[in-house]
Nanobody, 127 residues
Framework: QVQVMESGGDSVQPGASLTLSCATP????????MGWFRQAPGKERAAVAA????????YYADSVQGRFALSQGNAGNSLYLEMSGLKYEDTAIYYC????????????????????WGQGTQVTVSS
């Protein structure tokens, strides 16, 4: 059973930086999708950044491209989201997730590709 545990959410001012961390004890050595998603009140959960551990490509949502950076830990079963230039619209609950790609050309950005989710960590951007 894969566990997913997030940390690092906080309340910050616009323009600030924040790093979210995700640990996935129980994940084995197979390649899988790992990603960060977010959900704001009244909106659907959507991918922020995601990767397939067996490749190099990283997916970023257009809204965070150039501001957020996704990386894996050395052990491969941890995931980090470095966020900079935070905006009001980045306010949401951020979820880390683990799953399997659907299709040969998947970029691991679909919610349907994930079956292990963390509890979420709140990021609030306000002045």
């Amino acid at each position: 059973q894969v566990q997913v545990m997030e940390s690092g959410g906080d309340s910050v001012q616009p323009g600030a930086s924040l790093t979210l961390s995700c640990a996935t004890p129980g994940a084995d050595d197979r390649a899988y999708c790992m990603g960060w998603f977010r959900q704001a009140p009244g909106k659907e959960r959507a991918a922020v950044a995601a990767l397939w551990t067996g490749g190099r490509r990283i997916y970023y949502a257009d809204s965070v491209q150039g501001r957020f950076a996704l990386s894996q830990g050395n052990a491969g079963n941890s995931l980090y989201l470095e966020m900079s230039g935070l905006k009001y619209e980045d306010t949401a609950i951020y979820y880390c997730a683990v799953g399997s790609p659907i299709g040969l050309f998947s970029d691991c950005s679909s919610v349907q590709e994930y079956n292990y989710w963390g509890q979420g960590t709140q990021v609030t951007v306000s002045s």
